[in-house]
């Protein structure tokens, strides 16, 4: 137990240098180069943050490990923005881009509802990931051409404020978030690793490990560097961040493991009758709060953070094989869920909507 907790400390220890790094490198690197900061976290971070993920679901679907390859994505996504975005809204007031009510939210909706859709016959199969690694290619090609275009409409005032654009700068922030990067990924590697021994221990089931410890573990970079980006004020890069991560969890990660599992990724219908379902509605959740245009408020990074634990105590209670649990998930899917959607709502109202356009 005490090698496992110093692995643990070790853990969070790169995780915060890592996120130190990558935050840092990529802002600066998104500055030199004229490239917004938000096709930065929609991409280059998180497609980075999620490789964790996208490690363990694809060796988990070869393992025929399939609840714990599933079981990851969907927790992982839930882990995004419950916890993430709530962590960091908490932290500070999190500003909104226009483009993410636009294009990126509303298809982060569409690609939640498109797995249930996928996994509704009890499988997503070979076809069908190559139809999600297809999404993630169009995506990725999206993002560029809207940096370029944005980046040739810089007034000259935004030109002269960029700092000076040089081989050596611009390999130091590759460096830096290179390095960071890799401090992302072994933390969360030391850190995952060792609550996963400890949940096997107590012998938790392992779709609950895959949707919460190794959801949580794999989502740590996230984590680091969602919140260091709130803490430097970089918060295209935190929202970005999780957006992009999610999109990349189930078009990427899922098709990928999709692809491997040799006669397609079973679905475990608990996840097609509850956290496949509440995937959903958290990216749902999103819409009133990004389309206030504004920001998101400390009061709906606290009802997120709220839902997440909620989310977590379901789960393992679930795992005790309780007569009655199915009867509370399906109360917190009819009852608490819509609740706060009325709440955000509410506060959605309560503030000016931005313009769009």
């Given at each position: 137990?005490?090698?496992?907790?110093?692995?643990?400390?070790?853990?969070?220890?790169?995780?915060?240098?890592?996120?130190?790094?990558?935050?840092?490198?990529?802002?600066?690197?998104?500055?030199?180069?004229?490239?917004?900061?938000?096709?930065?976290?929609?991409?280059?971070?998180?497609?980075?943050?999620?490789?964790?993920?996208?490690?363990?679901?694809?060796?988990?679907?070869?393992?025929?490990?399939?609840?714990?390859?599933?079981?990851?994505?969907?927790?992982?996504?839930?882990?995004?923005v419950?916890?993430?975005?709530?962590?960091?809204?908490?932290?500070?007031?999190?500003?909104?881009?226009?483009?993410?009510?636009?294009?990126?939210?509303?298809?982060?909706?569409?690609?939640?509802?498109l797995?249930?859709?996928?996994?509704?016959?009890?499988?997503?199969?070979?076809?069908?990931?190559?139809?999600?690694?297809?999404?993630?290619?169009?995506?990725?090609?999206?993002?560029?051409?809207?940096?370029?275009?944005?980046?040739?409409?810089?007034?000259?005032?935004?030109?002269?404020?960029?700092?000076?654009?040089?081989?050596?700068?611009?390999?130091?922030?590759?460096?830096?978030?290179?390095?960071?990067?890799?401090?992302?990924v072994?933390?969360?590697?030391?850190?995952?690793?060792?609550?996963?021994?400890?949940a096997?221990?107590?012998?938790?089931?392992e779709?609950?490990?895959?949707?919460?410890?190794?959801?949580?573990?794999?989502?740590?970079?996230?984590?680091?560097?969602?919140?260091?980006?709130?803490?430097?004020?970089?918060?295209?890069?935190?929202?970005?961040?999780?957006?992009?991560?999610?999109?990349?969890?189930?078009?990427?990660?899922?098709?990928?493991?999709?692809?491997?599992?040799?006669?397609?990724?079973?679905?475990?219908?608990?996840?097609?009758?509850?956290?496949?379902?509440?995937?959903?509605?958290?990216?749902?959740?999103?819409?009133?709060?990004?389309?206030?245009?504004?920001?998101?408020?400390?009061?709906?990074?606290?009802?997120?953070?709220?839902?997440?634990?909620?989310?977590?105590?379901?789960?393992v209670?679930?795992?005790?094989d309780?007569?009655w649990i199915?009867?509370?998930?399906?109360?917190?899917?009819?009852?608490?869920?819509?609740?706060?959607?009325?709440?955000?709502?509410?506060?959605?109202?309560?503030?000016?909507?931005?313009?769009?356009?």
């Amino acid at each position: 137990m005490l090698v496992t907790l110093l692995l643990l400390a070790v853990g969070l220890v790169l995780l915060t240098i890592g996120a130190e790094g990558l935050v840092r490198g990529s802002a600066t690197l998104a500055k030199r180069l004229g490239v917004p900061s938000l096709i930065i976290g929609l991409t280059v971070v998180a497609f980075g943050t999620s490789a964790p993920e996208m490690a363990v679901s694809t060796k988990a679907a070869f393992m025929n490990q399939a609840d714990l390859a599933v079981g990851n994505v969907v927790g992982s996504n839930i882990f995004n923005v419950l916890f993430i975005l709530g962590l960091s809204a908490l932290i500070t007031p999190l500003v909104v881009s226009s483009q993410l009510i636009r294009l990126d939210v509303p298809l982060m909706v569409i690609v939640s509802a498109l797995t249930w859709w996928m996994a509704s016959d009890g499988s997503v199969s070979r076809g069908e990931g190559a139809i999600l690694l297809l999404g993630i290619v169009a995506y990725t090609a999206a993002q560029v051409i809207i940096g370029m275009k944005e980046s040739r409409s810089a007034s000259a005032e935004e030109v002269s404020a960029r700092p000076p654009l040089s081989f050596k700068g611009v390999g130091l922030d590759i460096l830096f978030a290179g390095l960071g990067l890799v401090g992302l990924v072994l933390g969360a590697r030391l850190f995952n690793g060792a609550a996963i021994q400890i949940a096997r221990y107590f012998g938790v089931d392992e779709l609950v490990i895959g949707l919460t410890i190794v959801a949580a573990g794999t989502s740590l970079p996230e984590v680091a560097t969602s919140v260091m980006a709130s803490i430097k004020g970089e918060r295209d890069i935190a929202v970005g961040n999780v957006v992009g991560s999610n999109i990349f969890n189930i078009l990427a990660v899922l098709g990928a493991s999709g692809m491997i599992a040799g006669s397609g990724l079973p679905v475990a219908s608990a996840a097609m009758t509850f956290d496949i379902p509440v995937m959903i509605l958290v990216a749902v959740v999103c819409l009133p709060i990004f389309l206030s245009g504004t920001r998101i408020s400390r009061v709906e990074g606290a009802l997120l953070f709220v839902g997440y634990i909620v989310y977590t105590a379901l789960l393992v209670l679930s795992s005790k094989d309780s007569s009655w649990i199915d009867e509370v998930q399906r109360g917190a899917l009819l009852v608490l869920l819509p609740l706060a959607v009325i709440v955000i709502v509410a506060e959605f109202f309560r503030r000016p909507v931005a313009q769009t356009g």
